[in-house]
């Protein structure tokens, strides 16, 4: 029993857990001065015998939208609104970088080899949940200091936040991608260097469905594990 009590004992001594400060997202749809409010008309496209085809470029005398900041695509709503159909659809893309740097976020971490720095736990909590309208799921990257951008090839999926339904405040686990620590090990390799934290989802808006309207905050925090 001594024996095997001092194994378990050694083990707890040399490991470590340390919380990293919450990286918060916070998004209101007050940003987007240029949507209307309430629901849309309903905009049928691209199948046969729909007079619109080009939801950017609709005939006359139909209004000419500016697809430049606001993108409009043909796409398929199995929503209960348009039943599969068609119909012309906003998408949102919005992104929101944090920068992180390790060494200074958590000290503790610089008496631990860097190589034995891992992730125990990845969590998210929502408040402050106004919107309207779900929220689609939430792609979390890691990319170098001072790339912001998802789309760069040099961001790495990290997980994934499940849909928020509208006016929820769930919490749960981040379900982390297969490569994610691999990626946080590049990082974590140089405490001193700080990188960027990214979560991005696309908002999407069918026509004749309600306009979102509120705001929602998420938050994100990241336990390591560090041994000696």
């Known amino acids: 029993m001594g024996s095997a009590g001092c194994g378990l004992l050694d083990s707890n001594i040399t490991t470590t857990s340390f919380v990293l400060p919450a990286q918060v997202f916070s998004l209101n749809t007050a940003m987007w001065s240029n949507l209307p409010t309430g629901s849309t008309q309903s905009v049928p496209c691209g199948t046969t015998g729909q007079p619109v085809t080009d939801c950017c470029n609709p005939p006359q005398p139909l209004p000419t939208p500016d697809c430049t900041t606001t993108p409009l695509v043909c796409a398929v709503d199995n929503g209960s609104v348009n039943n599969g159909a068609s119909v012309c659809t906003a998408e949102i893309p919005e992104s929101f970088p944090n920068e992180i740097n390790l060494g200074s976020a958590v000290p503790g971490l610089s008496s631990f080899p860097t190589g034995n720095i891992s992730i125990a736990s990845v969590a998210y909590a929502v408040t402050n949940n106004t919107l309207n309208v779900d929220l689609p799921a939430i792609t979390v990257y890691l990319a170098p200091d001072m790339v912001t951008d998802p789309k760069d090839a040099r961001a790495a999926v990290f997980g994934t936040i499940p849909s928020i339904a509208a006016g929820s405040d769930p919490s749960g686990a981040v379900q ?41 905050t998420v938050s994100v925090t990241v336990t390591l594990s560090a041994h000696l």
Do not use: C, R, W
């Open 176 to 216: 982390k991608d297969p490569g994610a620590d691999h990626a946080f090990e590049m990082y974590a390799g140089n405490l001193s260097t700080p990188f960027e934290f990214i979560a991005a989802t696309t908002v999407v808006i069918p026509s004749g469905t309600p306009v979102p309207n509120g705001q929602i």
